[in-house]
């Protein structure tokens, strides 16, 4: 059979076209002149050097972005974990992440990034020099360089994280909470008069991966019982259970999957023990997965509504096993074993709309049972300012269903800082 010579022309001018863009891109590649840092300035009239590193921290991690890029520098994404102005003029520390275009081991090394529970970090000091018109980066430094031309940054740096450490007093409203002190993990079962250390809790559940120090565990990130006691830790970019059967006389770590820390939830139910928390990140986003165990060593994925796989304000699994997911105001309601779910249905607080004109409560933080009900806390998020005698307030709901939640009253469900 004849091939028709327009097909043939086409084939050809297509195959063309493809030579050609590869040979642009080719040479692109081959040409191409990674973006200068030393020398690199920042046109604008702040003097706020967190607010300009920051901006040019954004400019220069996108020119390390798109086609032109060749792989062993382009990056898929990039975001700054920390920014802290030092105590010598002119000096800012920088904590940030990159996540490269793929798996060309010549960007990690070009990028100057180190791997660490799952990702790729680093960490500078920028110099910089004022202007006219802006700012000028003039050098840039390992944090272990300036540690030797300025030997007390070391010191400035463990006041800074001491100063924005903050302590916690334990769960008034339980007895079987857990409680922080002296850089420990520890649980305990009567309200504190007796407690119990979870081996290396401390670094697993509450260090974050720049060192930082996280000391309010979210209700509903663990779970404090006689039979049962388990807390999400993270460990080589993996998220463990770290759990005891028999409070807390001796403890096991059971590896689930892939993960990275953030919102982590946790619920044990008649059928299994459930976790949620962060697989993936990208763009600053991050993206969740949840998993069932029967046994404390076998995890499987659990399905979760699609639309909010990209982020979770809240995860719990009932007595029952039926699974609720909720991100801001959206909530659904999974049954035990389906992929089904139905989305909840939240009554309005009319009184406190009439007397604000507005309604304050629009993210959901938790659930729990009591009493063969099912109970949903709903906070303002944060830039909430609704407040009475000095405290923030939340929104309590009720349901007989598990799927219609009525307003029942305010609550005041914050946690106390330490003196």
């Keep these: 059979m004849r091939i028709p010579s327009k097909i043939i022309l086409c084939v050809a001018v297509f195959l063309g076209i493809c030579f050609l863009i590869g040979t642009a891109q080719f040479f692109a590649w081959k040409n191409y002149i990674p973006p200068a840092t030393i020398g690199s300035t920042v046109e604008t009239e702040e003097t706020d050097l967190s607010f300009v590193t920051r901006k040019w921290f954004d400019s220069y991690t996108n020119s390390l972005k798109g086609m032109n890029v060749p ?213 600053g986003n991050d993206y969740y997965g949840a998993f069932h165990s029967d046994d404390l060593s076998n995890w499987d994925l659990v399905s979760m509504p699609e639309e909010l796989l990209g982020h979770l304000s809240c995860a719990y699994w009932t007595d029952g096993g039926t699974g609720y997911f909720a991100d801001g105001m959206t909530g659904y309601a999974q049954e035990p074993g389906t992929g089904t779910f139905q989305e909840l249905s939240i009554q309005e607080p009319e009184d406190i709309i009439t007397q604000l004109g507005y309604n304050p409560f629009h993210e959901i933080e938790r659930f729990y049972e009591e009493d063969g009900s099912l109970y949903m806390v709903i906070g303002q998020g944060a830039d909430g300012d609704y407040t009475k005698d000095g405290q923030l307030i939340q929104a309590l709901y009720c349901s007989d269903d598990g799927i219609n939640f009525y307003f029942k009253e305010t609550i005041s469900d914050n946690p106390v800082e330490a003196g």
């Design 71 to 283: 792989y062993d520098w382009r990056i898929h994404s990039a975001s700054l974990t920390y920014v802290m102005p030092l105590e010598q003029p002119g000096y800012v520390e920088i904590g940030y992440a990159m996540q490269p275009a793929s798996l060309c081991l010549d960007a990690v090394s070009n990028l100057d990034l180190y791997a660490q529970n799952g990702g790729y970090y680093s960490q500078k000091v920028l110099y910089w020099e004022q202007i006219p018109g802006g700012w000028e980066l003039s050098d840039v430094l390992t944090v272990a360089g300036y540690d030797l031309m300025f030997p007390s940054h070391e010191m400035q740096k463990e006041n800074e994280i001491a100063e924005n450490t903050h302590h916690y007093l334990p769960d008034a409203e339980n007895e079987e909470t857990y409680i922080v002190n002296d850089d420990t993990l520890y649980v305990t079962y009567d309200g504190g008069i007796t407690s119990k250390e979870v081996p290396n809790g401390y670094d697993l559940v509450c260090i974050d991966p720049n060192g930082i120090p996280d000391e309010y565990l979210e209700r509903g990130s663990y779970v404090v019982s006689p039979e049962f006691t388990g807390f999400i830790g993270y460990e080589d970019g993996s998220a463990v259970l770290l759990y005891s059967l028999d409070k807390g006389e001796s403890w096991n770590k059971s590896q689930i999957a892939p993960g990275y820390k953030a919102l982590s939830f946790l619920s044990m139910t008649e059928n299994g023990c459930y976790a949620a928390f962060a697989t993936d990140r990208a763009l």
